[in-house]
């Protein structure tokens, strides 16, 4: 419960533009929040190894599908994945089906510092960064932010 009120203080808190990024995903496809103007972003950062990441990905697979990129993009960011193979194989095992980016010091510097694992970037549809959480996320955390 505390968790998520202060998930949603920081909705308030963070009225900031974002900065361009740009993202290579794993089939080689270049994402950038200026690509996705008019549909919030939700960008995951997260690691095949950390178990409060492998119990949220369920959650934004179903969000995901339910919004089927038609107002909401996820795109999942794997740190540590030791290879982009690795990464892949765990993508098909855990049938994630948004883009997901194989992580790194250069990706992860577009965002500043990433504490915790997971961790989470929400834009609203002007690119506005509208809030940032560390630990897992829910579908309906993200579903009541973006209504």
């Known amino acids: 419960m505390i968790r998520r009120l202060l998930f949603l203080l920081l909705l308030c808190a963070l009225p900031a533009h974002a900065d361009e990024f740009s993202l290579t995903d794993l089939q080689g496809k270049t994402l950038k929040l200026s690509g996705f103007h008019g549909k919030w972003v ?3 950062f997260w690691s095949p190894y950390c178990k409060p990441c492998q119990s949220e ?3 934004l ?3 995901y599908r339910e919004h089927g990129n038609r107002d909401l993009v996820v795109i999942g ?3 540590n994945p030791g290879n982009a193979k690795a990464v ?3 993508v098909q095992a855990m049938k994630i089906p948004y883009p997901v980016i194989p992580g790194s ?3 992860s510097s577009q ?3 990433i504490g915790e694992l997971p961790t989470s970037y929400l834009y609203n549809p002007s690119g506005d960064l509208t809030a ?3 630990g897992p996320v829910s579908r309906d955390i993200i579903d009541r932010l973006i209504r």
């Open 105 to 107: 010091d250069r990706v």
């Open 88 to 90: 892949q194989e765990y």
């Open 61 to 63: 697979v179903s969000l």
């Open 42 to 44: 939700l960008l995951n």
């Open 132 to 134: 940032q959480h560390e």
């Open 57 to 59: 990905i369920p959650e």
């Open 77 to 79: 960011i794997a740190m």
């Open 111 to 113: 965002f500043g510092d």
